[in-house]
């Protein structure tokens, strides 16, 4: 009989010595989540031959204040995902879709031809610096631009920024 007892006697021993790590365990420190996903509520006809930014109009979620008027500013330096799905009105033409980084270079760019399906998902990643801009640019090549919008389906036509590392 002593044996059970001395037994259970050590198994409770061990199990306050477990409890005792967890009574000085502390979490690590919450990352603060940065990003945005803004959306287009209407549709866009334009004429313009060039390329053209995307105004995305309204928001689902934005964290840290960082989309305004189609363009997203990175709040701290780091990695960023970024994820656009534009909606074309019509398929027909060839479709053009960028994302802008400081309105100066083009790092991801996608070409859609005769589209069958009524629009294009382009992602990508970037190293940002706090400061540091994305535009979303489709440029339609031989005709007017015409994008479609929904006020109801904020994953319609959208573009979206977060924070990955």
């Given at each position: 009989?002593?044996?059970?007892?001395?037994?259970?006697?050590?198994?409770?021993?061990?199990?306050?010595?477990?409890?005792?790590?967890?009574?000085t365990?502390?979490?690590?420190?919450?990352?603060?989540?940065?990003g945005?996903?803004?959306?287009?509520?209407?549709?866009?006809?334009?004429?313009?031959?060039?390329?053209?930014?995307?105004?995305?109009?309204?928001?689902?979620?934005?964290?840290?204040?960082?989309?305004?008027?189609?363009?997203?500013?990175?709040?701290?330096?780091?990695?960023?995902?970024?994820?656009?799905?534009?909606?074309?009105?019509?398929?027909?033409?060839?479709?053009?879709?960028?994302?802008?980084?400081?309105?100066?270079?083009?790092?991801?760019?996608?070409?859609?031809?005769?589209?069958?399906?009524?629009g294009?998902?382009?992602?990508?990643?970037?190293?940002?610096?706090?400061?540091?801009?994305?535009?979303?640019?489709?440029?339609?090549?031989?005709s007017?631009?015409?994008?479609?919008?929904s006020?109801?389906?904020?994953?319609?036509?959208?573009?979206?920024?977060?924070?990955?590392?």
């Amino acid at each position: 009989m002593n044996t059970i007892f001395e037994e259970i006697s050590r198994s409770i021993k061990e199990l306050s010595k477990r409890i005792a790590k967890f009574e000085t365990w502390e979490p690590a420190q919450a990352v603060a989540h940065h990003g945005a996903h803004a959306y287009l509520t209407s549709n866009v006809n334009s004429s313009i031959g060039a390329w053209y930014t995307v105004p995305f109009d309204a928001e689902l979620w934005d964290t840290s204040s960082i989309h305004a008027a189609g363009v997203f500013t990175a709040p701290v330096d780091g990695r960023y995902l970024c994820t656009t799905h534009i909606r074309f009105t019509t398929y027909a033409g060839t479709w053009n879709l960028r994302f802008l980084p400081n309105a100066s270079s083009v790092d991801a760019m996608l070409r859609v031809i005769d589209a069958n399906y009524n629009g294009a998902l382009l992602t990508g990643t970037y190293n940002l610096s706090a400061g540091d801009t994305i535009q979303t640019q489709v440029y339609r090549t031989g005709s007017a631009l015409a994008l479609t919008g929904s006020a109801y389906y904020p994953y319609y036509c959208f573009t979206q920024m977060e924070l990955i590392s």
